[in-house]
């Protein structure tokens, strides 16, 4: 396993870096999945505005504004929040490398670093408001295309995912968040998939309604992307070792897996980045995900020029997912709940309700557009 870039470049050219700790695998995955699923997302968004399916925008564009006092306070907090946590890396730099991500959202730092932070950030808001004071107010109008919104867009399903992953979290560990509420909180370990997707989901769309970008083509555009990110992601958290593994798994190889390596079949994790040790092997759930998900990005993306009823691809998306999250979770370790006598996980749950969702918005979608 390796839970940082320290490791990988140690077991496999032989340096030991240590400024690589602080580059955490999973984190490097992650970035890698909105960085490629937000490509892929592009490409479609400017597929479709040159099909005339999506359309750009008018937007009235003013080149002065006003700084408020809301303008310095936000300056002042982002100020001194940079300086605190700044001035405390600077001078424990040794245990910053060591547990880098403890070391940024711990609530440590240094109360001098975070005045002169703040005062730094006001500095530079007064100096931009006398700029501002000398510049002619001018207006005019520019077109915005679906594709510019990109950036915007994966900061919001970036924050809000994360966000809503978080408490999906939390929610389904609830007696561990009652023990460490700050520590559950501020951990990057514990994200639940579809917490994020849900969550991160609703603030795209509520975004892109402002926008007045078409949501139909909108969210048939980022079906792809959504896949191919999760693949992604998994990958992060199979070289990290996060706690995604599935339940154990002493039974031997099959001989129709003979001619892959024995850690595709069950796997110990050591070195993972929870720092547990596990009693048995387990089934390599998130290795598993990882091919599957990468697979049916490919599958949609092949399908995507074929299917003419708007919403029709992220339905079938929303089918293909569920169907491949309800059925690792037959193998995969996680909270239970007792429903109707048996045990069932909230990803089942909610895989579960995409698949019908999914499925009752093929037809529904198909049906309007042979209407239309």
């Known amino acids: 396993m390796y839970p940082n870039l320290y490791y990988a470049f140690k077991d496999l050219f032989g340096l030991e870096l240590g400024f690589l700790k602080m580059f955490q695998s999973f984190g490097l995955f992650v ?9 892929a997302f592009s490409l479609e968004l400017k597929r479709k505005e040159k099909d005339g399916l999506l359309k750009a925008v008018e937007v009235s564009v003013t080149a002065k504004k006003t700084v408020t006092w809301m303008d310095y306070l936000l300056s002042l907090i982002l100020g001194f929040i940079i300086g605190y946590k700044l001035f405390f890396i600077l001078f424990n730099f040794d245990a910053f ?4 991500q403890h070391a940024l959202l711990s609530l440590k730092g240094n109360a001098i670093g975070g005045v002169i932070g703040g005062g730094l950030a006001v500095l530079l808001k007064f100096r931009e408001a006398r700029q501002l004071d000398k510049t002619e107010f001018t207006a005019s109008t520019v077109l915005v295309h679906p594709y510019e919104h990109i950036g915007a867009m994966t900061t919001i399903a970036a924050i809000s995912g994360l966000i809503g992953a978080k408490i999906f979290h939390n929610l389904e560990n609830w007696s561990d968040f009652m023990l460490d509420p700050v520590g559950s909180l501020l951990s990057f370990s514990g994200l639940t998939m579809y917490g994020g997707l849900i969550v991160g989901a609703l603030a795209v769309i509520s975004y892109a309604h402002k926008h007045k970008i078409n949501l139909k083509h909108l969210v048939d555009a980022s079906a792809p992307g959504l896949m191919l990110a999760y693949g992604i992601g998994r990958i992060g958290c199979q070289v990290a070792g996060d706690g995604d593994w599935g339940i154990d798994n002493t039974s031997p190889k099959p001989g129709i897996l003979g001619f892959l390596p024995d850690w595709f079949w069950s796997y110990s994790y050591p070195h993972n980045v929870l720092n547990e040790h596990l009693n048995a092997p387990v089934f390599p759930t998130p290795l598993y995900e990882a091919l599957i998900c990468i697979a049916l ?18 339905c079938i998306y929303l089918v ?5 999250r309800f059925f690792i979770e037959k193998i995969r370790i996680n909270t239970q709940y007792p ?15 995409l698949i019908v969702t999914g499925i009752t918005g093929i037809f529904w979608f198909k049906k309007k557009s042979v209407r239309a």
């Open 339 to 353: 429903i109707f006598g048996h045990g069932i996980t909230q990803a089942e749950i909610i895989s579960s309700l």
């Open 31 to 39: 970035a890698l999945a909105f960085i490629l699923g937000s490509y």
């Open 97 to 100: 490398l060591e547990n880098t």
């Open 320 to 324: 293909l997912n569920g169907v491949e």
């Open 297 to 314: 990005f490919f599958v949609l993306w092949g399908i995507r020029k074929k299917i003419s009823a708007p919403a029709t691809l992220f």
